[in-house]
């Protein structure tokens, strides 16, 4: 099925832990995502990718870290996770970075304990 | 303050009603501009996206842009309780590489 999937779709982790959030998606886009979504602060942007082997920083990069070796997959990771990184976070992807409709995954709810 | 803003609601609006959604954003060179549903505990799904000043029509739903006042709105005719959900105005920005820029999003609630 065409689109972009993301795992796991929820996980409880314990404080101090590392963990990889995964986006995959086979729609060839050239840029992709990483948002999070928190009650009352609306989706921000963590990281961004607009093609293979480039990343940037979003509006709330800390304690966060993304790489895009292929087309296909970008991998959110939180080195040490925190109570505050609790959230929804929702990988995306445009055919070309800007001025065009993002494709979401389902979301991962990650609940950091 | 964000660069994309809209009341976050609720609003609600009886069935068959006029639903008016607002949005406004920071950026004068802002070149276009994306509404998106989504329902609780789903993702965000496109619905109307607009680059030119004046109305956009699809099916129930019309998209209003105001370059000079750096406004645009969604409004939805006809409302069905199938289109409560929460609203988000997107923009693409420059800071992130020109990832969406999402406002808060707007709840609305159509009652039978």
């Known amino acids: 099925i065409a689109g972009i999937t993301q795992a796991p779709t929820s996980q409880i982790l314990a404080a101090g832990r590392r963990m990889t959030l995964r986006c995959t998606q086979d729609?060839?886009?050239?840029?992709m995502y990483w948002y999070r979504q928190d009650l009352g602060l609306g989706l921000r942007l963590i990281h961004y990718?607009?093609?293979?082997?480039?990343?940037g920083k979003g509006e709330v990069p800390d304690g966060y870290s993304v790489s895009r070796a292929n087309t296909d997959d970008f991998p959110l990771t939180l080195a040490s996770a925190v109570p505050s990184q609790t959230s929804v976070y929702f990988c995306?992807?445009?055919?070309?970075?800007?001025?065009?409709?993002?494709?979401f995954g389902q979301g991962t709810r990650l609940t950091v304990v | 303050q964000k660069e994309v803003e809209q009341n976050s609601g609720p609003l609600s609006v009886p069935e068959g009603a006029i639903a008016s959604l607002n949005c406004t954003y920071s950026?004068?060179?802002?070149?276009?501009f994306f509404w998106y549903r989504q329902y609780s505990g789903k993702s965000p799904e496109l619905i109307m996206f607009?680059?030119?000043?004046g109305d956009k029509e699809d099916g129930r739903f019309t998209a209003q842009l105001n370059k000079a006042s750096q406004y645009v709105s969604l409004l939805i005719r006809d409302s069905q309780p199938s289109d409560s959900a929460t609203y988000l105005c997107?923009?693409?920005?420059?800071?992130?590489?020109?990832?969406?820029?999402f406002g808060k999003g707007t709840s609305l609630l159509v009652t039978p």
């Open positions: 995306a992807s445009t055919p070309s970075p800007g001025n065009t409709e993002a494709f």
């Open positions: 729609m060839r886009h050239n840029a």
């Open positions: 990718s607009n093609t293979a082997g480039t990343t």
């Open positions: 950026d004068r060179g802002s070149q276009s």
């Open positions: 607009i680059y030119s000043n």
């Open positions: 997107a923009v693409p920005t420059l800071k992130g590489g020109y990832a969406l820029n």
